[in-house]
């Protein structure tokens, strides 16, 4: 796995145009509407603490311990869009709003995406997780300047043939099928971090960021071979697509990556329904 540094590049790049052409149009130092950049509110961090603010920039939010959730210049990420990381100096974000992370990236471990934030700015350090940062932004109110569109490849929920499985009817009564052979068909994905059979992939516009839908069940020994036939993420960074399979289902929790997962299925066969 790579970290993309033409994505970081590219982000930042965004963010820095968006200032140059806002700029030429509103004869200020900032965005229209009195709002500022990151870097322009950084410069002038005194001027500003203690002061309500409207700044541009990147937000970056990932659960864990500790958490991260700030505002930057920009984003770094991996190739499959994992391990978002801040560009340049950060500033701590409390109460941004939840209902607008739905209109960013999200591809599976953050939430990151250009935002337009007005809140509460103070700086002279102390702040988020250990005291690490210099600068806090207490939000009062944010939306997103790029909106994600999400697109959605789904199965679908009549029969897959004789002698197959809907995987709806799996999902349904799992415990009737613990323990046997079953053949089924499903959205393939994997990332490195997760290993799934799910009821369809969600992607962005350009086929980028995908993620299962529904409630996936992890899966182990998929074949590589049938890999290559399916969709690839840049430097292998993601796989995805519909596959049928046939394997050993087991259910009753504790399964994959930190025991997440209600059920597992054991592959001993599969095969690409969709070429890419």
Known sequence: MF??????????????VS??????????????????????????AQTFNGQEIT????????????????????????????DAQPLGDPIWVDDFPPEETAHLHRP??????FVRVTGRFETNGGFGPNGQYQHRLQVVQARPIEQIRRVEHTIRSGSPGAGKLSF??????????????ITTQGYYFWNSLIYVLAEGISTDENG??????????????F??????????????SYVWGLVEVTGIFETGGGYGRDGAYQSLLTVQEATALEKN
């Open 19 to 44: 200032l140059a052409t806002l700029t030429a149009c509103s004869g200020q130092g900032g965005a229209t509407g009195g709002a500022l950049y990151v870097q322009d509110l950084l410069q002038q």
């Open 168 to 181: 709806f009817d799996l999902q349904r009564n799992p415990e009737q099928y613990h323990g046997q052979t």
């Open 223 to 236: 074949p590589p071979d049938q890999s290559a036939a399916l969709n690839i993420g840049p430097n292998n």
């Open 3 to 16: 970290r993309t540094p033409w994505r970081a590049m590219l982000l930042a790049v965004v963010l820095l």
């Open 55 to 82: 700044v541009d920039g990147a937000y970056v939010w990932r659960p864990g311990d500790p958490s991260l959730s700030v505002l930057a210049l920009g984003v770094s990420t991996l190739d499959n869009g994992l």
């Open 108 to 113: 599976g471990d953050a939430v990151y995406g």
């Open 208 to 221: 980028s960021s995908p993620l299962p839908i529904g409630n996936p069940i992890w899966m182990e020994g």
